[in-house]
């Protein structure tokens, strides 16, 4: 059963503190590992795919690194803007008929002015 | 471009009463999904669509239908709605084709069953 653990479940930082979320996974064949953003009663909005070991991804102050085991979502130098709930899910690689993704809980990440 | 849009945005059921959520899409997209989002839980998966006319289940089906008569619509039913029904739904669309398998997601809709 592909499973997703993220971890910490909150994390509140100051303006311009940097630091990492993590996400340790496990799939039955990575197809895919895939970061969301949520912002309070929205809709996850797409950020990252990572599909391979090594593998990283940059947006503005968010970078994504992608391990055979767990990925790391860094964030620097974040702003308040930036304080949203942060969503790992992973697609698994034998699953092409639903292509469903295994989402994790969720990082509530807080940045304060 | 709208990208996916779904309504209503909130509803109140009593138990026992059933409902109809809508979910449209614009970008031609083959797959739609139906997940539910439950504190402190990840989404999970209820029913999904590869394609028009067709639906399978998900992780957690008991209690939902769906129907996909048009590609750019994907209905979830709740026939006889229940408390542990509770919860906020989104739905999601995938492209058939290229690389990148990943999901377009809606607003979402907020529903109460009391």
């Known amino acids: 059963e592909d499973q997703v653990t993220q971890s910490p479940e909150a994390l509140r930082l100051q303006e311009g503190e940097s630091s990492s979320l993590n996400c340790s996974y496990t799939?039955?064949?990575?197809?895919?590992l895939f970061w969301y953003r949520q912002d309070p009663g929205k809709g996850p909005e797409f950020l990252f795919t990572l599909y391979s070991a090594g593998e990283e991804k940059e947006k503005e102050r968010l970078k994504a690194t992608l391990t055979k085991k767990e990925s790391f979502l860094h964030i620097t130098a974040p702003k308040p803007e930036d304080s949203a709930t942060y969503l790992c899910a992973v697609q698994a690689g034998g699953d092409t008929g639903r292509r469903a993704l295994t989402f994790g809980s969720g990082t509530r990440l807080q940045v304060q002015p | 471009n709208a990208g996916v849009t779904q309504t209503p945005k909130f509803r109140v059921l009593k138990t026992g009463q059933s409902m109809t959520l809508l979910c449209a899409q614009d970008m031609n997209h083959e797959y739609m999904y139906w997940y539910r989002q439950d504190p402190g839980m990840g989404l999970r998966l209820i029913h999904y669509?590869?394609?028009?006319?067709?639906?399978a289940k998900g992780e957690v089906p008991d209690g939902y239908n769906v129907s996909r008569l048009k590609k750019q619509n994907f209905l979830l039913g709740l026939e006889s709605a229940a408390p542990s029904q509770t919860s906020v739904y989104f739905c999601?669309?995938?492209?058939?084709?290229?690389?990148?398998?990943?999901?377009?997601f809606g607003p979402g809709t907020r529903l109460t069953v009391t």
């Open positions: 799939v039955s064949g990575l197809r895919g």
């Open positions: 999601a669309s995938s492209p058939l084709t290229g690389a990148n398998y990943e999901q377009y």
């Open positions: 669509s590869v394609g028009e006319g067709t639906t």
